[in-house]
């Protein structure tokens, strides 16, 4: 049975709460911790609407997306992004902090980011 652990992002700054998570979607916590073992808790994240994010930063930030076509480079601000939806910020800053291995797509799909609650 796969270990549950809920955290209240309310009032919390952005990186902080991303670290904290991507910690957790490790199993850094647990005492069986492995780096390779597969056995990983599920999480769910909570008031996703009521994080503190610095608007200045996010104005600054610029994610990318190529298609792979010629002229294909998308930029997006991050404050254009975190104001249709603050989840895919938080998944982004989440996703650079998690271990750049195959054990990566498995921690981010044991990830659950809901509005308000």
């Not at 069986?32 to 808790?41: A, G, I």
């Not at 996703?48 to 610029?62: C, G, Q, T, W």
């Not at 601000?77 to 800053?93: G, N």
Request: glycine share 6%.
């Amino acid at each position: 049975m796969k270990q549950e652990i809920i955290i209240n992002a309310a009032g919390k700054k952005l990186g902080r709460i991303a670290s904290q998570i991507a910690s957790a979607l490790r199993g850094k916590k647990r005492a069986d911790f492995l780096p390779y073992s597969k056995n990983l808790p599920k999480v769910s994240v909570k008031n996703i609407d009521e994080i503190d994010f610095s608007e200045k930063k996010l104005k600054a930030k610029k994610f990318k997306k190529y298609s792979g076509y010629p002229g294909g480079l998308k930029r997006r601000s991050a404050w254009t992004l975190a104001v249709s939806d603050k989840r895919e910020v938080l998944r982004h800053a989440i996703n650079g902090m998690l271990p750049k291995n195959k054990l990566r797509k498995i921690m981010l799909k044991n990830l659950t980011l809901r509005h308000g609650e």
